[in-house]
């Protein structure tokens, strides 16, 4: 899906990252662009509250494998959640056309059952007129 940029609006965001001030300019919302800096903080804190003696480059070094790991799975699972969403279209297309076929079945069923009901009746008829 592509971003026609006429259609949105750029903004510039003052965040820091780990006692880093940045400028982040982007097209997205300034709440969006401050939960991932407050997202990135919350990681790379739990990082050094591991191992407060790491360089702050180390941290932020093991932050971004982290976060690269974390972005790999959701998309492996996002590959997996869309190939299923495939295979259950492609099953709910095969229940429906197996429902189709039940349908006209039924219907034609019911119909041969009304035709018998009727001869049947006729028979009756017949049988108590020469009764």
């Known amino acids: 899906m592509s ?6 609006k750029r903004v510039t965001v003052d965040v820091s990252i780990f006692g880093e001030n940045l400028i982040i300019s ?5 709440n969006y662009i401050e939960a991932v800096s407050d997202y990135v903080n ?43 969403i495939i295979q259950l279209r492609k099953e709910k297309d095969e229940l429906r056309k197996e429902n189709e ?16 009901q009727k001869e049947y009746e006729e028979l009756e008829l017949l049988l108590e007129d020469e009764g």
């Open 26 to 30: 982007g097209q997205s919302s300034v």
């Open 42 to 84: 919350e990681k790379l804190g739990d990082i050094q509250s591991n191992y407060p003696r790491m360089s702050k480059f180390k941290i932020m070094a093991l932050g971004a494998m982290n976060l690269a790991d974390e972005l790999n799975k959701a998309n492996q699972l996002n590959e997996r959640l869309e190939a299923e």
């Open 3 to 8: 971003i026609d940029k006429r259609d949105t």
């Open 101 to 116: 076929k039940v349908q006209n079945a039924l219907v034609e069923s019911e119909s041969k059952a009304q035709h018998y």
